[in-house]
C-alpha cells in the first residue's frame, strides 16, 4: 500500500504560478512511474505529466512548456511546477503512483488537491 498527500493547491490569478506536492509513505525510488491528473468540473480525469523512476517526463500537450514534473527521491517528494495559468487549468489535481510487481502493476491515488484560476 502506498499513500500519497497531495497540497499546494489555492486560488490563482490567469497568469500566475503554483507548486504542487506530493508526500509518499514510501520511498518513492521504489516506485516505477509517478504522475498527475487533474479533472476539471464536468470533465474527465485527464493525465497532466508522469515520470519514471529513471527521470523520463512525458507531459499532456497543452501543459507542456507551462507545467514541470520533478520527483525528490531523498524526501519522497513528487511535484508539479505550474506556470502561466490559465482558467482551464482549474481543476481538482491527484497525484498517482504505479508499481510493478511482476506482471501486474497496482496503481494509488491522494485524495486531490483543488486549484483554481480565476480573475
Known amino acids: 500500500q502506498v499513500q500519497l498527500a497531495e497540497s499546494g493547491g489555492g486560488l490563482v490569478q490567469p497568469g500566475g504560478s503554483l507548486t504542487l506536492s506530493c508526500a509518499a509513505s514510501?520511498?518513492?525510488?521504489?516506485?516505477?512511474?509517478m504522475g498527475w491528473y487533474r479533472q476539471g468540473p464536468g470533465k474527465q480525469r485527464e493525465l497532466v505529466a508522469t515520470?519514471?523512476?529513471?527521470?523520463?517526463?512525458d507531459y499532456r500537450d497543452v501543459t507542456k512548456g507551462r507545467f514541470t514534473i520533478s520527483r525528490d527521491n531523498a524526501n519522497d517528494t513528487l511535484y508539479l511546477q505550474m506556470n502561466s495559468l490559465e482558467p482551464e487549468d482549474t481543476a481538482v489535481y491527484y497525484c498517482?503512483?504505479?508499481?510493478?510487481?511482476?506482471?501486474?502493476?497496482?496503481?494509488?491515488w491522494g485524495q486531490g488537491t483543488q486549484v483554481t484560476v480565476s480573475s
Open positions: 514510501m520511498n518513492i525510488f521504489d516506485i516505477d512511474i
Open positions: 515520470i519514471t523512476r529513471g527521470g523520463n517526463t
Open positions: 498517482n503512483a504505479n508499481l510493478r510487481s511482476g506482471w501486474s502493476w497496482s496503481s494509488y
